[in-house]
């Protein structure tokens, strides 16, 4: 049998004012659906530890947990291995109620951000305030990064991490190596 | 650059998040409406200096359709709601009219 690769091959960047490191294989699951069914509540609820995320929120530890991505889809995050299974759990939770569940971790990649400067370098990407107060632990913010669209959260050890399509993988990758290059310190929200 | 708050999922983000769909609240006239009313439909826009509604998509955000009011001379935008209207709320109106008395657009004022 294959073994399933990510986009770039765990590719990183550390000769720079932030590193950039891709996750290698993350399961990814939309759910679509009407948020606001108790049924689709139940469901999900367990992945978000016993909470579900409002509109802009998410709730992820590691590799699991659940982000707002619009108020009729969820992407709820899991092991990559557990992911079929957890599609089929899921599946299973929601009855008759009117769903979709699909599996869409080999759609994606993701990149974490980290170092001091992580906040700047995505600033110059995406028209988003990025200040620790104003995008603080439990936001999710899908955004426009330069030509693609980019999921962001900051996670539990101040660092930043992002989903974009896998197909633009390489695109966003260099994006974030040319926007960390050395030298190119902006100054802004620098942590730590 | 406009400013815009999507009223679906709350984000507050430049234009370049968004993309425009165009005027607002259009009554479609397909087959078996007359040869005026479609051609009315079908080419004629409002394009004015001030006051304008407008469709507007959250393109890379949550991906959901609302509406704008904005001003096309300063890119002053006095509000978003919900897509799912058939005309401008009363309050944002309200609030139009003091910015901009006597302003019109179509049949409103």
Known sequence: ?192 | MLILTCPVCGVRAEETEFHGGGEAHLKRFGPGSSEEDFQEYLFMRENPRGVHFERWRHAYGCGKWFHAARCTTTLEVFGTYPAQTLEPPKDLRAKISKKRPGWTWRSLT
């Open chain 1, 1 to 192: 049998m294959s073994s399933p690769v990510s986009a770039l091959g765990g590719a990183s960047f550390s000769e720079g004012i932030a590193r950039i490191d891709e996750v290698a294989l993350q399961g990814m699951i939309t759910l679509r659906g009407d948020l606001s069914d108790p049924v689709v509540q139940k469901t999900l609820k367990p992945f978000g530890d016993g909470d579900l995320p409002a509109a802009g929120e998410a709730r992820i530890e590691a590799d699991r947990g659940l982000a707002w991505m619009s108020p009729d889809e969820m992407l709820v995050l899991c092991p990559y291995a557990a992911a079929a299974e957890t599609v089929a759990a899921l599946q299973e939770a929601l009855g008759d109620a009117h769903a979709l569940v699909v599996d869409v971790s080999d759609a994606r990649a993701s990149f974490v951000v980290s170092g001091p400067q992580a906040r700047d370098v995505l600033a110059k990407l995406c028209p988003v305030d990025f200040s620790p107060a104003a995008f603080s632990l439990g936001m999710f913010r899908r955004t426009r990064m330069a030509q693609v669209p980019a999921a962001i959260w900051p996670r539990q050890d101040g660092a930043l991490q992002l989903i974009c399509f896998r197909s633009q993988a390489r695109y966003v990758f260099d994006l974030l190596s040319v926007a960390a290059q050395a030298g190119s310190e902006v100054g802004m929200h620098v942590q730590g």
